[in-house]
């Protein structure tokens, strides 16, 4: 059964903070792994990874793709408040439409 | 704003009324993609379309649910004879199969309630 798992599911951080959050994967004939920010609204697309080993970078924020130990992990420096969310990451198979989610990690960043 | 919007925001009914919510994707976009989410959970793939064509239903979709898309621009999601498990976020999502990679963007949502 294709399934992604994300850890930790929550943190709490102060601002200033670097803060790392995982993914692991297990989708079959995978073809590209996700990342999403959700506040309290509908998720907002963030980076997607197909190459493994390759660093996608935008601001404050980076990811990179392990695609031999079927893992992602969301960089995050120098943490502000405003990226108190929660991170999605979704894998999603070659053959298909289905986006696998998982329940996601809950980033607190506290003044 | 061109994003995916969807109606309505918030809908709450009472336990087997039927109730439809609409999408409309970014206008550009060829494929539609409805999820549920529920408190701490990510979001759950319900189906997707490409153009007006139904290609994937998810097997947790019961026969109560049924989503169409017509003309290939909005679509509808239809619950009939709705349970208090129904209550979650519907989220709709749509991408452009632009060669190989496609990411979706998300429309902000209807939260329903089933008292």
């Known amino acids: 059964e294709d399934k992604v798992v994300q850890s930790p599911l929550s943190l709490v951080v102060h601002e200033g903070d670097t803060v790392t959050l995982n993914c692991s994967y297990e989708?079959?004939?995978?073809?590209?792994l996700l990342w999403y920010k959700q506040e309290k609204k509908a998720p907002t697309f963030l980076f997607m990874l197909?190459?493994?080993?390759i660093e996608k970078k935008s601001g404050r924020l980076s990811s990179i793709l392990d695609k031999k130990e079927l893992f992602s992990i969301l960089n995050i420096t120098a943490t502000q408040t405003g990226d108190s969310a929660v991170y999605l990451c979704?894998?999603?198979?070659?053959?298909?439409?289905?986006?696998?989610f998982g329940t996601g990690t809950s980033l607190t960043v506290i003044p | 704003d061109t994003g995916v919007s969807q109606d309505p925001r918030h809908k709450i009914t009472k336990r087997g009324q039927n109730v439809t919510f609409r999408c409309d994707p970014i206008s550009e976009h060829n494929r539609l993609y409805w999820y549920r989410q529920t408190l701490g959970q990510g979001p759950e793939f319900l189906t997707y379309?490409?153009?007006?064509?139904?290609?994937?239903k998810s097997r947790l979709l019961s026969d109560r649910f049924s989503a169409e898309r017509p003309k290939g621009s909005f679509s509808t999601l239809e619950i009939q004879r709705t349970e208090q498990g129904d209550s979650a976020m519907y989220l709709c999502?749509?991408?452009?199969?632009?060669?190989?990679?496609?990411?979706?963007?998300f429309g902000p949502g209807t939260r329903l309630t089933v008292t």
């Open positions: 979704a894998g999603r198979p070659n053959t298909g439409n289905q986006f696998y």
């Open positions: 989708v079959t004939n995978f073809r590209s």
């Open positions: 379309f490409q153009n007006e064509a139904q290609l994937e």
């Open positions: 197909t190459s493994s080993g």
């Open positions: 999502a749509s991408s452009w199969t632009a060669g190989h990679y496609n990411e979706q963007y």
